[in-house]
């Protein structure tokens, strides 16, 4: 944990916070904090800050929230992804909270099994709880927007366009048989910090042709990720981290 | 698994291949393979090629592999990592295999918790056993060569110019306080897909000034990764890509 959060309500007389559960027993164990340590601190949706930790009493950690007066990172990239398996999800929720993501879009796709959707890790406390982790770890207080689509047209045809404004940014969707890279689009489109980019990644065993087909008349341009073919949830780290290079570059 | 992986010894007449144990079960189970399906294989260390699924008997999958005549992908890039605890340890394993690397050296820092060390997943079996997930992923028949390294000065002031030419390619040392961005190093070195290039990524918490000041003396180049802090396997993984992605592009 680079960064510990709590919610404006949590916070008694404007700076102290009382920190417990879980958080606390890893602050405890893990970080091995001690009275008088600094930490840093942000406000879910808010600013960060410095604090000082001034007790630990037995499961609970007390600390003296100083000003909040530092920018928490902004998010800068919207995924569509194919709703992977349970334990790839996991990683995945971690990951796009640490890396960036804005807006997670979890969809159904033809090679998606049914079985995902009833998963109970999709319970809005428990995608909360790997988005937290995966801030908590990037340092960033802003909390990706997910939602679930379980029907593949009505999502691209329709709701995609409403969610995000189709004039804005480059819509990338990832495709082993496309026939251009990354780098080559790159070229082509001139990537820069201030492109909005939707970035859609396929299931095991990619997307089909009409899928394919059907992001493409929504514009979004199919590249290829090179020969070796990642897991889902390499493939997302992987591609976040070089388009925010390429986004850096220019 | 992208890709069946097998030693030349268990090919019975040059071309029937008996698949047992966990294998086995993943392709019935997982795979769903059926008689008359085609599997990509590949001879571990050698060339891949089409293979076709003659028999499932209980928990034994028979095949009949063909003629050989592809090149597997070629790794490309050495990782020196301050060992990281097991958990994700097992995960850079299989990301490291699975995105090319040719050699991994696992080293002490004074981050590093001593008890890693002694770790059973350190024994050569098992981290065997995470490097081939990672190939049946990528598809790759090359095992990264592992090496071990309890002590860090003898390390990177001897043996690391023993395991790889000093003369050779590109040294990249990252670091959070670094000036510099990999952005910035890739216009100054022209990254090109020849480049040999030797990554090393630090413990949680990154490494202390005085190791970073020994790798310099090495001629590595610390380089930042922006402003969100990666958990370990996910800084291995988005590095690999930035750097994949890097080289292609010249």
């Known amino acids: 944990m680079n960064l510990l959060l709590f919610e404006r309500h ?3 007389d404007h700076h102290l916070l009382r920190v417990r559960g879980e958080t606390a027993r890893h602050l405890i164990e893990i970080v091995h904090v001690a009275q008088g340590d600094t930490l840093r601190v942000g ?15 037995g499961e609970t950690v007390a600390v003296h929230v100083g ?4 920018e928490s990172q902004q998010p800068w990239v919207d995924l569509v992804l194919a709703l992977p398996r349970p334990q790839i999800l996991k990683r995945v929720l971690q990951t ?9 879009m979890l969809i159904r796709s033809e090679r ?5 959707f009833s998963s109970p890790l999709l319970a809005q ?11 908590e770890q990037g340092m960033s207080t802003i909390f990706p927007k997910v939602t679930v689509h379980h029907r593949f047209r009505p999502f691209v045809e329709q709701e995609l366009d409403l969610y995000i404004n189709r004039e804005q940014g480059l819509r990338l969707i990832s495709h082993p048989t496309a026939d251009v890279a990354l780098s080559v689009l790159e070229l ?4 820069n910090s201030q492109t909005q980019v939707v970035l859609a990644v396929g299931p095991e065993g990619g997307w089909r042709e009409h899928e394919i087909e059907a992001f493409m008349k929504k514009d979004f341009i199919p590249f290829n990720c090179g020969p070796r073919i990642l897991r889902v949830d390499s493939a997302v780290c992987s591609l976040l981290g ?3 290079l390429l986004r850096s570059m220019h």
Chains 1, 2 share one sequence.
């Open 10 to 12: 949590e916070l008694i």
């Open 43 to 57: 406000e879910i949706g808010g600013r960060i800050g410095s604090a000082i930790v001034e007790a630990i009493d």
């Open 67 to 70: 000003v909040l007066n530092e």
């Open 96 to 104: 796009a909270a640490t890396m960036g993501v804005r807006r997670l």
């Open 112 to 116: 998606v099994e049914r079985s995902y």
């Open 125 to 135: 406390g428990k995608i909360a709880y790997y988005l937290r982790l995966g801030l």
């Open 188 to 191: 082509q489109h001139k990537l």
């Open 242 to 244: 070089q388009l925010d």
